[in-house]
């Protein structure tokens, strides 16, 4: 049988993101497809950076993992929800299989940020990634050894930024 590892409590990390000041409830900041690259390679960079620091290796980018981050990211903008399952309960590893995506372990990270204004993009990634960092779940697909491939991708929406990173063991 397939392992899958699913981060827990995904609103606890949006609890937390308000609780760091990410809700202000004040319009999002705009994000521009550059500044959208730019939060993506940020999130990535500070991922890694927990990982090397630990003597892991850093994640190596899988377009394919990629492309589904990403849309995951850019549903939840567009339906307005913020969950590891879509709203017809279809779930990471679901998502993965759809795509053509075989793995052995398949996890998936998400943040929802309603606000960035006054924050560079390198602000906000470390917000994400220490929200992650603070949360045994998502911290675990993070520092997972199985893991060596991901994908990480970014959508704005009027509430918000949608963050979703998946990782895979294949």
């Given amino acids: 049988m397939i392992g899958v590892r699913r981060a827990v409590v995904a609103v606890w990390l949006a609890v937390s993101l308000t609780a760091l000041g990410c809700a202000t409830g004040a319009p999002p900041g705009n ?9 993506e390679q940020w999130c990535v960079d500070l991922v890694n950076l927990e990982r090397t620091d630990r003597g892991l290796s850093a ?43 075989s793995y052995t372990w398949y996890g998936e990270n998400i943040a929802w940020v309603s606000d960035w204004a006054g924050r560079s993009e390198q602000q906000v990634a470390r917000e994400i990634v220490d929200g992650w960092m603070n949360s045994e779940g998502h911290r ?23 963050v979703t990173q998946n990782f895979i063991a294949r």
């Fill in 31 to 39: 994000l521009t497809g550059q500044s959208t690259a730019v939060l």
């Fill in 59 to 101: 994640l190596v980018r899988a377009a394919d993992v990629q492309t589904v981050a990403r849309a995951h990211s850019q549903d939840m903008a567009l339906r307005n929800y913020f969950s590891h399952d879509t709203p017809e309960g279809v779930t990471a590893a679901e998502r993965a299989q759809n795509a053509g995506i």
């Fill in 140 to 162: 675990r697909n993070i520092l997972s050894p199985e893991y060596q491939e991901h994908g990480l991708g970014v959508a704005q929406s009027s509430n918000g930024i949608y």
